[in-house]
């Protein structure tokens, strides 16, 4: 029994060594250095493990998604741009694609539970930007657009308005808006619409042309913002002109029925 039992012994020590050996490799990809470099970078690491803590990140680690985004689109496009002590034979092997998919598995494995929160506050905000902006050119005595945002926050609105372009970019390069981020970017979406529909109406849904205002909010804001973060492609192979054109229509039912 004992002989018949070492070649079953001899195959489960390949197995394992391959296993480790594969474990190894993943570790010392680049892209698993550049998804730990992206968390400690939001200060969410730990400094003794070099790993990202699950339960010291912070709740405005939204704020630096922008910069910490355009670094990793930087190396989809460019792998040889990051430089790193450990296996780079993927930088010169792998196709745009290949590195894209690998960048993506490292970073959503390492992510804290609130990362896909992180990335709802950060689409809020610019909508809510966006929204602010709207606001102070149609200043309307009829209309109540009250904006949920602080004066602290108001003041961030330049610098987030500022970052748009480069973040929609980043986030085309890594193409996470329709797959890891759909959830956050369309609740984000749905959160922002109902409450500017709600002060759009403000109790006078019965007042004539209450539901062309919102249809004007919704060309004016909603429409252009959708566009610039799903770019244009996604934005008609995604139909998303009839998807907010329900969406808002869906609101300002909900809103006439409280």
């Known amino acids: 029994m004992t002989s018949a039992a070492i070649p079953y012994q001899q195959i489960y020590d390949r ?4 296993a480790i050996k594969r474990a190894r490799s993943v570790r010392d990809r680049p892209t698993t250095a550049l998804a730990r470099e992206f968390f400690n970078d939001g200060r969410g690491g730990n400094a003794d493990t070099d790993r990202p803590s699950r339960d010291r990140y912070n709740d405005d680690e939204w704020r630096s998604l922008p910069r910490r985004l355009l670094k990793l689109a930087t190396y989809v496009k460019d792998p040889s741009s990051y430089s790193h002590g450990g296996d780079v034979a993927d930088n010169n092997t792998c196709d ?3 590195v894209r998919r690998r960048l993506a598995a490292a970073v959503f494995a390492q992510a804290p539970p609130s990362f896909l929160d992180d990335f709802r506050s950060l689409f809020e905000a610019l909508l809510n930007a966006r929204q602010k902006n709207w606001k102070m050119e149609n200043v309307d005595d009829s209309m109540d657009t009250t904006c949920d945002l602080s004066d602290e926050d108001c003041r961030d609105n330049d610098l987030l308005l500022a970052e748009e372009e480069e973040l929609y970019q980043s ?3 890594l193409g996470w808006v329709s797959t890891h981020l759909r959830r956050p970017f369309q609740e984000a979406l ?3 619409t109902m409450r500017v529909i709600d002060g759009l109406v403000a109790g006078n849904f019965e007042e004539e042309g209450v539901l062309d205002r919102v249809l004007q909010w919704k060309n004016a804001v909603l429409v252009p913002w959708t566009h610039s973060v799903v770019g244009p492609d ?3 192979q995604s139909q998303w002109e009839a998807q907010l054109e329900y969406a808002a229509s869906e609101c300002f039912v909900h809103v006439r029925m409280k």
């Open 234 to 236: 996604a934005f008609l």
């Open 15 to 18: 197995r394992l060594a391959r």
């Open 171 to 173: 986030l085309t390069i």
């Open 190 to 192: 749905h959160s922002v």
């Open 96 to 98: 745009t694609n290949d």
